[in-house]
């Protein structure tokens, strides 16, 4: 449904807004809430029902709005778009066919909702979107100020970020006492694992339980599985190239079952993978904490968790050692020199490389499959 209004002078507001040395703008004209905020949620959404949805002709029920988008020019012309079909490019785990339907399972990322109409930079904007029981709201009324201003930022990618924190709040949803228990047992919420999959790590991390536990009663294995004979396909960037074939030795190794064979070639190949993306963004310093950065080269991935994957990769990939003894631990570092107990390169940790390694990739340049979300 595309409808098309005008709004009265009230919301000139909006437009007055405009922020004058040493004053503060007497509205909040550019917000996102989701409805994992709760009351905060609410009392925006009822205030814009109140100021802006409540004026578009014929609008249904909101118990029957999944998605509204309103798009509102200088001159206070509007045109909602009210349950229209939304398209997204997607990264998808594994080849979609055209037509078919597409589960969560199925997308690894959204990278951008493609608007149901035109949008100038110069244009206000509302957008609400829905997964499930789930609703979120962004507003962004600052093109309206006086004088005009434009938008810089590219909306499309902002809407599908918001969208993919839809679809994978079970990710985000971690406490910090959860996280702390996961990271000192090395893992992580890793992207490519499917939703029940990550719920049950974060589950017996929230409980106290060992993630150990999930790998021995076989809750992991059809993941593993996929990753190792499938995950490959996400190196699919020139960045990767170089590594390729070292990587797809270490994923047909891990599937085998030769576990020291795969942590011998994975754990190293990380750090390749971490240079040839700073040599990509120009860098020519590779500390260790240059390398940790360009795995995660953006903080606007929420959902993919980019401050606590850092944390991951130095607590646990590149965790300090002092060489000497034979260490009791795996890292790029105690594989690297020759130094890691044999015992201790076992299927936990040839998995955590192989899933590590496919991480780095979903925040990398890349191609994009294309998919309905």
């Avoid at 979120?136 to 005009?148: K, Q, V």
């Avoid at 040599?279 to 795995?295: K, M, P, T």
């Avoid at 994957?309 to 631990?329: I, W």
Wanted: hydrophobic share 45%; proline share 6%; charged share 20%.
């Amino acid at each position: 449904m595309i409808t098309d209004f005008h709004l009265s002078d009230h919301l000139a507001g909006f437009a007055e807004a405009s922020t004058r040395p040493g004053e503060m703008a007497p509205v909040i004209f550019r917000d996102f809430v989701s409805s994992e905020d709760g009351v905060p949620f609410l009392t925006r959404i009822e205030q814009m029902h109140d100021g802006l949805f409540s004026r578009i002709p014929n609008l249904p029920n909101p118990c029957g709005i999944g998605t509204l988008f309103v798009v509102v020019r200088a001159d206070l012309s509007a045109t909602a778009y009210i349950n229209e079909p939304l398209r997204a490019f997607a990264r998808a785990r594994d080849n979609v066919q055209a037509g078919a339907m597409v589960m969560l399972d199925d997308i690894l990322d959204v990278d951008r909702l493609m608007l149901p109409g035109p949008a100038h930079p110069h244009d206000a904007v509302v957008s609400l979107l829905s997964h499930g029981w789930r609703r979120s709201l962004y507003f962004d009324f600052s093109p309206l100020h006086l004088p005009p201003t434009e938008r810089t930022y590219d909306l499309e990618r902002l809407l599908g970020l918001q969208q993919a924190q839809l679809l994978f709040q079970h990710r985000t949803r971690l406490s910090l006492e959860g996280w702390q228990r996961l990271l000192s047992e090395g893992w992580f919420p890793f992207s490519y694992l499917r939703a029940a999959s990550v719920q049950r790590i974060i589950a017996h991390a929230e409980s106290g339980w060992p993630v150990q536990e999930l790998l021995a009663d076989g809750s992991l294995d059809t993941d593993l599985r996929d990753a190792a004979t499938k995950g490959s396909a996400l190196f699919n960037h020139s960045t990767f190239q170089p590594h390729l074939e070292a990587i797809e030795r270490g994923f047909e190794r891990f599937a085998s079952g030769d576990y020291i064979s795969a942590t011998s070639i994975l754990y190293p190949r990380i750090e390749g993978v971490l240079r040839s993306l700073r040599l990509g963004a120009g860098a020519n310093s590779f500390r260790v904490q240059e390398l940790i950065g360009a795995a995660t080269p953006s903080d606007d991935a929420i959902h993919l968790m980019p401050t606590r994957f850092r944390e991951f990769l130095d607590a646990f990939c590149f965790r300090h050692f002092a060489p000497g003894a034979t260490a009791s631990y795996v890292s790029r570092h105690t594989v690297a020199h020759g130094v890691a107990d044999p015992a201790t390169m076992d299927r936990k940790a040839a998995a955590i490389a192989v899933l590590t390694l496919l991480q780095i990739a979903l925040f990398a340049p890349r191609t994009r499959e294309r998919a309905g979300a």
